[in-house]
């Protein structure tokens, strides 16, 4: 049961991570970028934490419930403005043009 929990944990932080991924790369705003580094330190440490869930669940879980507090991304620009709730689970944003692009 333990490893279907980090499992899932991880799968979560790695979704989010991608979708972040996909919004910074839309719009351009630097705190998307930041969340998903954050968001691969996050997986990478939820990662560890579901392989060593096998020789001792608990310091693994405590592995996945440190990468959790380590994905939590902070504020962040308003990127929908009229997006159905598929567009915003996916990630799908306008795309914004940014000011070097402008003048060229």
């Given amino acids: 049961m333990y490893i279907e929990i980090a499992m899932f944990a991880y799968f ?5 991570t991608l979708r972040d991924v996909r919004i910074f790369k839309r719009t351009g705003y630097r705190s998307y970028r930041t969340g998903a580094m954050k968001g691969l330190a996050a997986s990478s ?13 608990e310091l693994g879980l405590l592995f996945v419930l440190i ?3 380590i994905n939590r991304k902070g504020v962040r620009e308003r990127v929908f403005t009229s997006a159905g709730t598929l567009d915003r689970f996916l990630g799908k ?3 914004v043009k940014r000011k070097s ?3 060229r």
Avoid at 45 to 57: D, F, Q, R, W, Y
Wanted: zero cysteines; aromatic letters at 12%.
């Fill in 12 to 16: 979560v932080v790695l979704f989010l």
């Fill in 67 to 69: 990468g959790l507090f």
């Fill in 101 to 103: 692009q402008q003048n």
């Fill in 45 to 57: 440490l939820v990662l560890i934490g579901a392989i060593a869930v096998e020789a001792n669940p």
């Fill in 93 to 95: 944003t306008d795309y």
